[in-house]
Nanobody, 121 residues
Framework: QVQLVESGGGLVQPGGSLRLSCAAS????????MGWYRQAPGKQRELVATITSGGRTNYEDSVKGRFTISRDNAKNTVYLQMNSLKPEDTAVYYCNADIRVGALGGSRDYWGKGTLVTISS
């Protein structure tokens, strides 16, 4: 059984910062790519940022230069540092990870339950 648990969401004023964390736990053999997605009210879930096991990152255009994704492989944790937040960043943020649970077999995607980020004055 694998679980992803996000934390760090909340209410912040425009221009503020938040740091999201997502810890993976359970019967984990390897974690490959990890990432953050978000879903705003009335919109589809969209990619925010991803990071490979080797540290290669990818960002959605609207967050480039403002958000930074990082990971601690020893802690099976991925982070999202969000700066210069805007009202349009308001969404539920979901953690995603490509995880292999055994020495044999392939990997699959796991999702957290999400953490709400609200940007409002």
């Amino acid at each position: 059984q694998v679980q992803l648990v996000e934390s760090g969401g909340g209410l912040v004023q425009p221009g503020g910062s938040l740091r999201l964390s997502c810890a993976a736990s359970g019967s984990i053999f390897s974690i490959y790519a990890m990432g953050w997605y978000r879903q705003a009210p009335g919109k589809q879930r969209e990619l925010v940022a991803t990071i490979t096991s080797g540290g290669r990152t990818n960002y959605e255009d609207s967050v480039k230069g403002r958000f930074t994704i990082s990971r601690d492989n020893a802690k099976n944790t991925v982070y999202l540092q969000m700066n210069s937040l805007k009202p349009e960043d308001t969404a539920v943020y979901y953690c995603n990870a490509d995880i292999r649970v055994g020495a044999l077999g392939g990997s699959r995607d796991y999702w957290g339950k999400g953490t709400l980020v609200t940007i409002s004055s």
